[in-house]
Nanobody
Framework: QVQLVESGGGLVQPGGSLRLSCAAS????????MRWYRQAPGQQRELVAA???????NYADSVKGRFTISRDNAKNTMYLQMNSLKPEDTAVYYC????????????WGQGTQVTVSS
């Protein structure tokens, strides 16, 4: 049974920091391409950051220089370090894992709320 469990969300003031975690089980984490998405109220889900199985990263323009995605294959966990948070970063953040083994496997976490407000 595959599970992706996000944690680390919460309420933070503008300019503050949070670190999100995504703990994976039931998959071969080291071969999975991992992504963070977010969805604000009334908005479409958008890609925030991605890290491949090889460790290559990319970011949405809106978070470049402020967010850092990383992974620890020994712990089957992905992280998103979020600094200099802005009110527009407020959203539910979702973890996504996908990999190909004959077919495409694609999994989602349940999401964690991040609220940036004074």
């Amino acid at each position: 049974q595959v599970q992706l469990v996000e944690s680390g969300g919460g309420l933070v003031q503008p300019g503050g920091s949070l670190r999100l975690s995504c703990a994976a089980s039931g998959i071969i984490f080291s071969i999975a391409n991992m992504r963070w998405y977010r969805q604000a109220p009334g908005q479409q889900r958008e890609l925030v950051a991605a890290i491949t199985s090889a460790g290559n990263t990319n970011y949405a323009d809106s978070v470049k220089g402020r967010f850092t995605i990383s992974r620890d294959n020994a712990k089957n966990t992905m992280y998103l370090q979020m600094n200099s948070l802005k009110p527009e970063d407020t959203a539910v953040y979702y973890c996504n894992a996908n990999f190909i083994r004959s077919i495409l496997y694609d999994y989602w976490g349940q999401g964690t709320q991040v609220t940036v407000s004074s």
